[in-house]
């Protein structure tokens, strides 16, 4: 969904694993890595995101109410080539 441009923003919990990463670069745009699944061979892509906080929306995988770290998505940069 990412990848085709439907899904626009991923979601982490505030926790401190992910506060620690993310926590000072609230309103920057970075480059991340997005892996679909643990495995090295899971399908992954590049995307420019803007770091922010605020509630999810439940179609993309947030619990209504929940406040997280949310990547918005702004493009894919490079998607691997596929094994």
Same mark, same amino acid.
């Given at each position: 969904?990412?990848?085709?441009?439907? =899904?626009?923003?991923? &979601? +982490?919990?505030?926790?401190?694993? &992910?506060?620690?990463? !993310?926590? #000072?670069? *609230?309103? *920057?745009?970075?480059?991340? %890595? !997005? +892996?679909?699944? &643990?495995? @090295? @061979? @899971?399908?992954?892509?590049?995307? @420019? %995101?803007?770091?922010?906080?605020? #509630?999810? !929306?439940? $179609?993309?995988? $947030?619990?209504?109410? =929940? &406040?997280?770290?949310?990547?918005?998505?702004?493009?894919? =940069?490079?998607?691997?080539?596929?094994?």
């Amino acid at each position: 969904m990412i990848k085709s441009g439907e =899904k626009k923003e991923e &979601y +982490r919990e505030l926790k401190p694993f &992910y506060i620690s990463r !993310l926590g #000072a670069l *609230q309103g *920057q745009i970075i480059d991340v %890595c !997005l +892996r679909n699944g &643990y495995s @090295s @061979s @899971s399908p992954s892509l590049i995307a @420019s %995101c803007e770091v922010t906080t605020g #509630a999810g !929306l439940k $179609a993309w995988g $947030a619990i209504p109410g =929940k &406040y997280y770290f949310v990547l918005k998505i702004l493009s894919v =940069k490079r998607v691997p080539k596929e094994v």
